[in-house]
């Protein structure tokens, strides 16, 4: 049986450690970082940000990805946001590779990277490598897609619960493709995902992992949950009032893109698609789009928390968000 090949750890020899922002969805990651960027070139340094975000790759995904605008590319180098079409798929093997590749290119300039997101599956890839589980199959992908639009992914879940209990028990009802990659990988192997996984628990990289000695890791985590939820709202109606029914509408029309890829499944997208389809009045999709939201926050700091040595920074606190920036300022040389 082939597998992907395993993705070591990146390690920058005779480099500084790597600053890493990370936070849950609508925590100021990119706010820091722009923050830090502008005061880099006050002292003569230059920093150059790397998107770990699974939405940011794709042309087209920009209003609903809360996207940095293009001012605010244009005053900062940005790596891998806008490098692949909505038809196409990323993974976290393939951000590792790029990320390492990046880091070394930044700093053989005189550059300084910083790696900014909440993809943590990504996260997970470039620390700690990823686990040898076996690629794609096209074929049980596709059976496993029709039989979920035929029963349903909560009746898939529940197909899931019977080999791999452990996987089921993490994993939302809904949460088509990650119910999907189980069922494939079980089909594949004849093995529950969270065995293979527990057969290199130092490759999971999820439960209790220090952070590597080349990663500087920041992680802003609100303290208040509601106020956070709030913001989100605030948010996602900003983003409905600037475009972003004909954001998705125009995604639509692409006769290459349905409702199954993993660029339409983004947080957002989705349920606007469903929307636009028909399936949902606005007022659910609004409904379905904000608890979408909130529990990809809730995974995010569920990663987050298990990571031992990380050094958090409330941003709703405004003494906590500038010590994040002084901590951040100590990374430049």
């Known amino acids: 049986m082939q597998t992907e090949p395993h993705i070591q750890p990146t390690h920058l020899p005779d480099q500084p450690p790597i600053l890493c922002i990370v936070g849950p969805t609508g925590?100021?990651?990119?706010?820091?970082?722009?923050?830090l960027a502008e005061h880099a070139k006050s002292i003569g340094q230059t920093i150059e940000l790397i998107s770990m975000d699974s939405a940011l790759v794709y042309c087209g995904l920009d209003i609903g990805s809360a996207k940095p605008t293009k001012a605010e590319q244009a005053a900062v180098q940005h790596h891998l946001i806008d490098i692949l079409e909505p038809t196409e798929s990323y993974s976290a093997a393939r951000f590792a590779n790029d990320t390492k590749r990046l880091c070394e290119e930044i700093s053989a300039r005189g550059h300084i990277p910083v790696v900014v997101g909440?993809?943590?599956?990504?996260?997970?890839?470039?620390?700690?490598?990823l686990s040898s589980l076996p690629p794609a199959d096209p074929e049980i992908r596709a059976r496993l897609d029709e039989q979920g639009k035929m029963i349903g992914w909560p009746a898939m879940h529940a197909e899931l619960a019977k080999v791999d209990s452990v996987t089921a028990a993490r994993l939302q009802?809904?949460?088509?493709?990650?119910?999907?990659?189980?069922?494939?990988?079980?089909?594949?192997?004849?093995?529950?995902?969270?065995?293979?996984?527990?057969?290199?628990?130092?490759?999971?990289g999820r439960e209790g992992s220090a952070i590597p000695e080349w990663i500087n890791l920041i992680s802003l985590e609100p303290s208040d949950r509601s106020r956070l939820h709030q913001n989100l709202e605030k948010r996602f109606d900003e983003m409905l009032a600037g475009g972003l029914l004909e954001e998705v509408e125009a995604l639509r029309n692409n006769p290459?893109?349905?409702?199954?890829?993993?660029?339409?499944?983004?947080?957002?997208?989705r349920q606007v698609w469903e929307y636009?389809?028909?399936?949902?009045?606005?007022?659910?999709?609004?409904?379905?789009?904000?608890?979408?939201?909130?529990?990809?926050?809730?995974?995010?700091?569920?990663?987050?928390?298990a990571i031992a040595g990380r050094n958090t920074f409330d941003p709703f606190n405004p003494n906590e968000l500038k010590a994040a920036l002084e901590y951040c300022k100590q990374n430049l040389r």
């Open 276 to 305: 636009l389809n028909g399936a949902v009045d606005q007022e659910e999709m609004r409904y379905k789009a904000l608890a979408a939201t909130r529990q990809l926050g809730k995974r995010q700091l569920t990663w987050l928390r």
């Open 118 to 129: 909440g993809t943590m599956l990504y996260w997970r890839a470039w620390a700690h490598g």
């Open 256 to 269: 290459g893109l349905h409702a199954d890829l993993p660029a339409i499944r983004s947080v957002g997208y």
């Open 27 to 35: 925590a100021g990651k990119t706010h820091l970082a722009m923050a």
């Open 173 to 204: 009802p809904n949460d088509s493709q990650r119910v999907q990659r189980a069922l494939e990988v079980y089909e594949i192997t004849g093995k529950p995902m969270s065995e293979l996984l527990a057969e290199s628990p130092s490759e999971d």
